[in-house]
């Protein structure tokens, strides 16, 4: 049966459309556009006061499957992900094994088959080099060809100056973009705090912000000298994005992401040793937090991405030297990204829709999704204004990592529809 | 009136209110250290629990003496021959001694917060016995009850903290303290051991040691960590003692009378002089016999809150 969604405001980058319209699906695919459609053999969904967008990609996501399945699974992953509002993850490499063969993309895709009825798309990141131990080039061309879009050693960072001029090189000629943890391990080592006030104050040994700026000042000018396709995760401090800033004006192919972390909270969040706010890179300061926002902004920021990092409830119930890093983030992201960003002027909605669905499709030079007659219906639909509290006890997501619990939000995903699948998030 | 804590965490956040009561309160109990029967009844029917996962011998030592002095009954443990070793949490190692009816847990910990986040999954009182590179609450009122004993005072006096700053939950307690109580505090060493953004705490800092002396009234030489150090914070053992260790003859040189801590073990003729350690500048066994008093009346204090 065919599905009518009435009353959404459709708004998509790619045709530049934002105005209230119908839209028939059938079999997964966009049938008509157009005003007070017929709704005859047809189920219909009410979408007054919503917005039909591209779907979501979150482009970094750990799914922890194979290896760690006490964390997450790729099923309870993209379940998390469909909750969250996103049609799309890229799964990273640092899984047991990690994804430095073939055969482990395969299992993933296998996977992802499965998980949800295929409703979400998962696109692997495999690793740069071998083991993600930064010495020898993992096969590149055999993951992209499997499917690979992009390659990164997440977690850690491709350290050495050689082995990240050969990745750049070597993978810019499938037009694969390197994804950087930037992290300078010899001035990072043992770091578990930004460095500066709180860090002093509790005692906690510290990642210096100049590690993750010496480290993409170095790659930019890799990426200059091999033309290739660079990509910073995670970016956490003003003086990097600068630096992001100064490379995207000589035209380099350089682009870089932000967590809703870190352009909403600070380091002074960890005075309580909380360990749900333990990430690497660390939560930086209010001045960090406001360049985000303008990085945002300026579009020297080309993504939002989550860094869903699930951890089970005992290995983060430690002391805060002792846990692992890193928070979830795919149910909170999209509350996040319009509580902060739209909530208080920084991006308007179409600007927010670039950053989760048009831009990390574009860093990542996958096909653009269109919403036109005719094409496959890879939709998410959300509330721009509706308010809810962030309850972790309702999330699909395995594990309950997250320091937003108890969040009044403003903006929420009501659904997502792909690959001819459909998931309701809220009663409609 | 009580403290406003049921648990001693840090110093960092403690009214002078609540400091001038537990440095008041140790004065009762360093007397009864004079006395030729030094034991009384407070903590009777109390367990007190010293969970130490870090080697200590003093803070140790002072802490169970202590206890006994108040006839607690004292359960001792140490990281090394424990289930630690076996891979069990910190959280389960404390649940299980706590199931035991234990009252009060003294923690010695290498993680900065470990002691926080025990306060928050166990029930009984906890005393941080030194957490990483975050506090020494004691040791830092033990320093402050000794200057006043010796000084008469806090309010106003220079107190300068010599060594790794960095490194050194120590200096923190002492900083946070000390600046409560009205003192001025500057912290002195290497730019290598001086941490990032010091100053907003409130103290000066300071990198030659000789610049500052003539304005100081107490000094608090803090132990160089020989092992771990050497050549990574500083280039070697002689240049640090150069430079920053404290002798007679610098001690003269800064023209006034200068107290001197440390909170030991010392490392004689590196941070500290011989001459200096055993001379008349030297407060450093009175600080022992004073931390078994502060230690006291932390207790004491602790224990009624319940």
Sequence with gaps: MSLLLKHGRLLDPATGRDESLDLVITDG???????????????????TGKVIAPGFLDMHVHLREPGYEHKETIATGCAAAAAGGFTGVCCMPNTNPPLDDESVIRFIQARARVAMDGLVDVFPVGAVTMGRKGEHLAPLAELATAGAVGFSDDGDPVFDAEIMRRALEYSKMFKKP?????????????GVANEGIVATSLGLPVIPRLAEEIMVARDIQLTEYTGGFYHVAHISTAETLETVRRAKAKGLGITCEVTP?????????????????????????????EAMKSGLRDGTIDVIATDHAPHSFDEKEVEFQAAPFGIIGLETAVGLAFSELLGKNVLSLYQIVEKLSTNPRRVLHLPEIKIQEGETANLTIFDPVAEWVVDPATFRSQSRNTPFGGYRLKGKPVGVLNNGQAYWISPS | ???????????????????????????????????????????????????????????RLSFELAE???????????????????????????????????????????????????????????????????????????DMYTIREKLGRLQGLHVCIVGDIAHSRV??????????????????????????????????????????????DVLNVLRIQLERDAGRLFPSIREYHNYYGITRKRLEKAGRTITVLHPGPINRDVEISADVADGEHSVILQQVLNGVAIRMAVLYLLSTQN
Excluded at chain 2, 108 to 117: E, V
Excluded at chain 2, 197 to 203: A, Q, S, T, Y
Aim: aromatic content about 4%.
């Design chain 1, 29 to 47: 695919r966009i049938d008509r556009i157009g005003r007070a459609l017929p709704a005859a053999n047809m189920q219909v969904v009410d979408l």
């Design chain 1, 178 to 190: 390197i994804i950087q943890h930037a992290q300078d391990p010899s001035l990072s080592k043992g």
């Design chain 1, 261 to 289: 972390h870190h352009f909403v909270l600070t380091d002074e969040a960890i005075k309580g040793y909380d360990t749900n706010f333990k990430m690497n890179p660390p939560l930086r300061t209010r001045d960090d937090v």
């Design chain 2, 1 to 59: 009136m009580p403290l406003q804590s049921r648990h001693l965490l840090g110093l960092d956040g403690m009214t002078r209110d609540d400091l001038q009561l537990i440095l008041d309160t140790a004065v009762s109990f360093r007397e009864v250290l004079d006395r030729p029967i030094k034991k009384v009844p407070p903590l009777q029917g109390k367990t007190v629990a010293n969970m130490f996962f870090e080697n200590s011998t003093r803070t």
């Design chain 2, 68 to 142: 006994r002095r108040l006839s607690a009954d004292v359960l001792g443990f140490a990281a090394t021959g424990s289930s630690v070793s076996k891979g069990e949490t910190l959280k389960d190692t404390a649940r299980n001694i706590e199931a035991m009816k234990v009252d009060m847990v003294v923690m010695r910990h290498s993680a900065s917060g470990a002691p926080h986040y025990l306060s928050r999954v166990i029930e009984a009182n906890v005393i941080n016995a030194g957490d990483g590179s975050h506090e020494h609450p004691t040791q830092a009122l033990l």
């Design chain 2, 171 to 216: 200096a923190r307690s002492n900083i946070f303290g000390l600046i409560t109580m009205g003192a001025r505090v500057t912290v002195c060493g290497p730019a290598t051991m001086i941490p990032r953004d010091i100053e907003k705490l409130g103290v000066s800092v300071c990198h030659h040691i000789d610049e500052v002396l003539p304005s100081v």
